[in-house]
């Protein structure tokens, strides 16, 4: 069941910022850590950042430290992908996922999972 959807893609110039949302589809996460990844074509999924039910912990793929920002609104039951100084190398299709362990979200193997939202970076 799809309880998750994204929203903020689109096209933008290397440099450029967008900031992407991810809300719930019935029900509420507000106490599940939540996680950002991305596909690629032709490469396999990645991580690109986790954050704690609470936001005392977030972490971020190697890539993406430094430029990118996790952040939630638990009253709104939201959580956000603020990603700057934006590189074509950062073109995929970005997903939201969520889990009752943060663990299970840094590895990738969540339960809840959006259908994704397309970023284009152009150079």
């Known amino acids: 069941q799809v309880q998750l959807v994204e929203s903020g893609g689109g096209l933008v110039q290397a440099g450029g910022s967008l900031r992407l949302s991810c809300t719930p589809s019935?029900?509420?996460?507000?106490?599940?850590?939540m996680g950002w990844f991305r596909q690629a074509p032709g490469k396999e999924r990645e991580f690109v950042a986790a954050i704690n039910w609470n936001a005392g912990s977030a972490d971020y793929g190697d890539s993406v430290k430094g430029r990118f920002t996790i952040s939630r609104d638990n009253a709104k039951n939201t959580v956000y992908l603020q990603m700057n100084s934006l590189k074509p190398e950062d073109t995929a299709v970005y997903y939201c996922?969520?889990?009752?362990?943060?663990?299970?979200?840094?590895?990738?193997?969540?339960?809840?999972w959006g259908q994704g939202t397309q970023v284009t970076v152009s150079s």
């Open positions: 996922a969520a889990d009752n362990r943060y663990s299970t979200v840094v590895a990738g193997t969540c339960h809840y």
């Open positions: 019935g029900r509420t996460f507000s106490n599940y850590p």
